[in-house]
C-alpha cells in the first residue's frame, strides 16, 4: 500500500477544515472551547481580577476624603432675612477728627443675637465701612452649641450689606456673637457719623464728630442690623482726647487712660431700642444741667461760648417741664437714666429724637435773649415739646417699618401742642385734664 493510500485510509471521514487537538478543536477559522472549558476561563479571571483589586487596595496610600464646597447664593433683597435676630451690642469708635487726623475711624462691634430660623449666613448692613475679614471671630454663646465656622464674607456696596458665609447652619434656638474690626470715616454728609464744626470766639475752628441715624444710616457707623424693628441693647465706648467731650445716650459708667492722651468712655447699656436711635457727638463742649421731680438728669450741651452766654437756658428748663408734664400725662415713666439735649452748627433736620440724646440744630435750641424774638421762643418749645413725645411715640414704641411712620409723626406733632401748654400756659392750644 503506497503511503498516500495509508493517509488517506487515516482521514478518512474527518471533516478537512477540522482537527481535534487535546480535546480542542482547531479549524482553519479559529479555536474553540467546550462549554465545561469555558467556564473554567472566566472564574479564573474572576478570581485574577478580585484578588488584584484586593492587593492594590489593601497597599495604596489612604486618599483624603474632599469635602463639598459650600455654594451661597447672594441676599439681595432690600429687608434683611428673617433667619436672626439681635440681642445686644458691644461697639467702640475712635473718631480721628483735627487736629488729630484727618476724619477716620477706627472701630470694632462685638453683635450677640439669636438664630430663629436655620441659615448659613449673617446678613448685616454696612456702608462705606471696611471690615477686616481676619479679625471675624464667631462664637457660640449658647452652652451646647457648637462655635460657628467662618466660611468666607462678601461686601454688596449696592444694597449696602456685609455678609458672613458659614461652613455650616446655624440652629435655630441657639444664640452666637460675631466680632469685627472695621475702618471708616467721620464724612460730610450730614447723616451717619459725619463731621460739623464752629468758630471760637478767637477765630478758630474746632470740628465735632456727631450722629443722624435715622433712617438707614446706623450702618454708616458700625455693621448692624439697621431695622427699625430689630431692637436689641448698646453698650458704647467712645475713645476721644482728652480736651474733647464724648456724650451718648446713656450715661458715661467709666472713663479709662488708653495712652498719647486718648481717653475710652465707657456708656450704661441701653434699654431695648432701635439702631436708628443710637447717638454720639465728640468735640469741645459746655453744659448746664437739671433734674426732673422724679431725678431724671437734663443737660444742655453746645458751643461753649454759647452755653456760658445762657443761650442754652430757656430750652433746658423747656425740657425740664416737658417731660415732667409728658410723664404726668401718659402715666409711663421715662425710662432712661437721662434726657440730654445738644446743639450741633450743621444738622440736616431740625431735631432728632435720639433716645437719651436729643440733637439738635443751634437754631432750634438756643435762644439769645437780645436777640431772638417770641416766635424763636415758641418754636424752640414746639420743637422739645416734639422731640420729648417721640421717646414715647417712637422710642418706646416703634413701628415695624418706614411706611408707618406717619404714625410717630403724627402723634409727635399732637403732643408738642401740649408741651407748648405746658411751658406757656398763656398760649391756651389744648385743654389739658389732669
Known sequence: ??????????????????????????????????????????????????????????????????????????????????????????????????????????????????????????????????????????????????????????????????????????????????????????????????????????????????????????????????????KAKFSVTIVRKRNHTSVANTPIVRSTDRGDDWMADETEETVVMSSYLLAFVVGKFSYIETKTVHGTRIRAYGVPHKIEAGQADFALEASKTVLEGFEHLFKVPYPMGKADLIGIPDFSAGAMENWGLVIYREEYMLYDKDLSTARDKRIITYIVGHELAHQWFGNLVTCDWWSHIWLNEGFATYYEYHATNYVELQHDYVSISS
Not at 479571571?45 to 495604596?60: C, F, P, Q, R
Not at 465656622?149 to 461686601?155: K, Q
Open 1 to 230: 500500500m503506497s503511503s498516500t493510500s495509508h493517509l488517506n485510509e487515516m482521514y478518512d471521514g474527518v471533516d478537512e477544515n477540522a482537527v481535534e487537538f487535546n480535546s480542542m478543536t482547531f479549524s482553519k477559522r479559529g479555536c474553540y472551547l467546550s462549554t465545561v472549558q469555558l467556564a473554567v476561563v472566566i472564574l479564573l479571571s474572576i478570581v485574577l481580577v478580585t484578588a488584584t483589586g484586593l492587593i492594590v487596595g489593601l497597599t495604596a496610600p489612604e486618599c483624603e476624603q474632599i469635602e463639598p464646597v459650600p455654594t451661597f447664593a447672594p441676599w439681595t433683597d432690600a429687608r434683611l432675612p428673617d433667619t436672626l435676630v439681635p440681642i445686644h451690642y458691644e461697639v467702640e469708635l475712635q473718631p480721628f477728627i483735627p487736629p488729630y487726623g484727618n476724619f477716620t475711624i477706627d472701630g470694632r462691634v462685638k453683635i450677640y443675637f439669636k438664630c430663629v430660623r436655620a441659615t448659613s449666613q449673617i446678613v448685616l448692613h454696612a456702608d462705606e465701612i471696611d471690615v477686616y475679614r481676619t479679625s471675624i471671630v464667631l462664637e457660640a454663646v449658647t452652652a451646647a452649641a457648637a462655635a460657628p465656622i467662618y466660611f468666607s464674607s462678601v461686601n454688596d456696596s449696592t444694597n449696602t450689606l456685609f455678609t458672613v458665609n458659614l461652613q455650616d447652619e446655624l440652629i435655630a434656638g441657639n444664640e452666637y456673637s460675631v466680632f469685627m474690626k472695621f475702618s471708616g470715616s467721620v464724612n460730610s454728609h450730614l447723616h451717619g457719623f459725619y463731621r460739623s464744626s464752629y468758630k471760637t470766639p478767637a477765630g478758630d475752628t474746632e470740628w465735632i464728630a456727631t450722629t443722624q441715624f435715622e433712617a438707614t444710616y446706623a450702618r454708616r457707623a458700625f455693621p448692624c442690623f439697621d431695622e427699625p424693628h430689630l
